[in-house]
């Protein structure tokens, strides 16, 4: 009854300190909810964080509206291309879909999961306008090449940073290499409230359109700011009360049966049908959110030493560390994946750890746009095109590395993966 379940994901983000303070946003500081000082003061302190004075930055209340502004200020039309990595999310395709553009996914490299520059290449047309650079899981793209490939084509790039607060390359952080990066206090991400995003405007030629996207914005309605408080609440308690009696699991589902709470991806979005890009961030978000972001280095450094261990104590032949190599110090190990043999035994795993009480995340394995349950038709991606995304997708699973989660709980962990046998 009292077993305790171990998650990678899922309701792990939200620390005590969140829960206090969106309880304080429920009480006594309810008329802030939606207006207020911290938006201003988030962007002012986003900047000085990424010590970066010469860019311009625009806050959204998610990602997919950030993404989808910068492709209508860069004028798409419905002849222009934008290259896309094939292993992304699905809300990627469907802001990019929704921008107008014709959406062209490019094959990553198995090492690396960052683009295969000969395929990249390949799909360069006179058409493409821009490519858009994941750092999937934190690792740095070969953003380098990539930009003399731009330069040659007259191509933009946004950096999606999604998964890279803090992570470099050399000395270099992960954002402003080129013309636009796109950063995210999204519930799943590097630092975490429930919902926002920050564009960086780094190409000056765009600093005059930050107006008009400005007034297009409106602030979200009152019923989705209260969606979104009350997930911190319900995601909190459900972390600690997992198992007792199922009592959160009948929470987590009567609230997401009645609407209660708000999801990372809408039932339209799964289908690339979601077109609602116009809102701006929260005050509470960007309260929360400035308060993680003073103690990220402290967060970050905890995922590291998690790493550090995983890295240094699993052996076990079926499993192979993914960015094993990687320099520790730079990087934030916002994820922890790791490549199995095959996908019977990706999934052997992961019922054998679900036995265990670990629930690894899956929300990046099984497919190469994610979610699992995602319509791919409407992607338009095209199935068995590039192989090595969908490959990688099937025998990928990611260890817990997050705040909520203890050494002894790790070790734990290790333990398990070393005594796993086919
Ligand atoms: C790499 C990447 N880019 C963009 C997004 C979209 O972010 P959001 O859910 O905040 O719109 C995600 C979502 O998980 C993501 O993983």
Known sequence: MFKKTLMSEFFTTINLNIFLRTLSFLTYKLPFIRYGKYVENLENGFLWYIWNFDSRIISFYNWRSAIYHSLKMIW????????????????????????????IYSDIEKNNLWYDLKKLKQNITKNTKVIIVQYTFWKPNNIEKIIELAKDHKILIIEDCAHSLWSKIKWKKL???????????GRDKVI???????????????????????????????????RNLFYNIVAY?????????????????????????????????????FKEFNYKLLNSSAFLAFKELQKIKLTNIYKISIANYYN????????????????????NYFRYPILLESEEIKKELYHYM??????????????????????LTNTNYILWKCLVAE????????????????????????????????
């Open 175 to 185: 954002w402003s290499f080129w013309d636009f990066s796109i950063f995210s206090i």
């Open 237 to 273: 308690k459900s972390y600690k009360l997992y198992d007792f009696f199922s009592l959160w699991k009948m929470i987590i589902f009567l609230s997401r049966k009645f609407n209660i709470i708000t999801e990372i991806l809408t039932e339209k979005e799964k289908k690339c049908n």
């Open 76 to 103: 798409v039309t419905k002849n222009d291309e934008v290259i896309v990595s094939w292993y992304t999310c699905v809300s990627v395709s469907n802001a990019v879909i929704q921008s107008w553009a014709k959406i």
């Open 192 to 226: 975490s409230w429930i919902t926002g995003w920050f564009l960086i405007i780094n190409n000056q030629k765009y600093f005059n359109k930050i107006d008009s996207i400005k007034e297009k914005l409106n602030m979200p309605p009152i019923w989705l700011t209260f």
């Open 312 to 331: 240094n104590m699993i052996d076990n032949k079926y499993i192979k560390i993914l960015f094993k190599e990687e320099k520790q110090n730079k990087n």
């Open 391 to 422: 490959n990688i997708s099937k025998r990928i699973l990611i260890l817990p590395n997050h705040s909520l989660i203890t050494f002894k709980d790790i070790k734990k962990i290790v333990q398990l993966l070393n005594n796993f046998k086919k």
């Open 354 to 375: 679900k036995k265990n009480n670990i629930l690894l995340w899956k929300s990046w394995s099984g497919i190469n746009i994610v979610p699992e349950w995602v319509n």
